[in-house]
């Protein structure tokens, strides 16, 4: 039976136990999955036998609807808006100095390969009127990593998603991964680390640049 349910997040459930007189609150963090969640199952479960696994045995019998669930989450940023995330938080503010959020961890899945690329994001704008909450940054770059994805594209979106609806002075967007494919299996270089850089307006002029690359370099 499909499941009608939409991914928007952790589903907070709460349930309460009472063990030696007290009552304990139970939060259930099932998040909720979206349709299609039985087939995604039903898929791997021949994957399993196709690898020469056997799905019936104790160990893997739940390891498809596991693995459907994972994914679902991994990929739950094709059912978020990530613009609306920034709409929806915009604060008129006279400020026009450089914001920077940095060090964003964020885990992605690579398009070619669907093995995990991680690293760390970082944000700098300059405000043309209006700010936006800092954790909105974090969310923006969660719902597009949250896709499969190539490390250029994502840095790509996280910059025009910034640049097109704040409308800065201008949006500079850094990101440092690491890609599994590169280090499991392929080429097995382990420690390489792939950079990618997106900016527009006050950004283009090299000073200004700088002076965020020197605000994100590790001290
Ligand atoms: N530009 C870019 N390439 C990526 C990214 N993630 C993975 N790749 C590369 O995608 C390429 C796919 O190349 P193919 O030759 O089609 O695939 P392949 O035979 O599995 O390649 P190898 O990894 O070299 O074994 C590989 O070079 C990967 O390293 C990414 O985010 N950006
Ligand atoms: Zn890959």
Known sequence: MARKRTFQGTKRTKTSETINNATILIMNLEPEYREGLDQLAAHYKEVLALLGEDPTREGLEKTPMRVAKAMQVLTR???????????????????NQMVIVKDIDFFSMCEHHMLPFFGKVH?????????TGLS??????????????????????????????????????????????????????QNSVTTTSDFSGAFNQAKTREEFMNLIRPK
């Open 77 to 95: 940023g094709y059912t978020q808006d990530a613009r609306k995330v920034l709409t929806d938080a915009l604060f008129e503010e006279k400020y």
């Open 123 to 131: 944000v700098a704008y300059i405000p043309n009127g209006y700010i």
């Open 136 to 189: 909105k940054i974090a969310r923006v770059v969660d719902i597009f990593s949250h896709r499969l994805q190539v490390q250029e594209r994502m840095t790509q979106q996280i910059k025009d998603c910034i640049q097109d609806t704040l409308k800065p002075l201008g949006v500079m967007v850094v990101v440092e991964a690491k890609h599994l494919c590169m280090q499991m299996r392929g080429v097995e270089k």
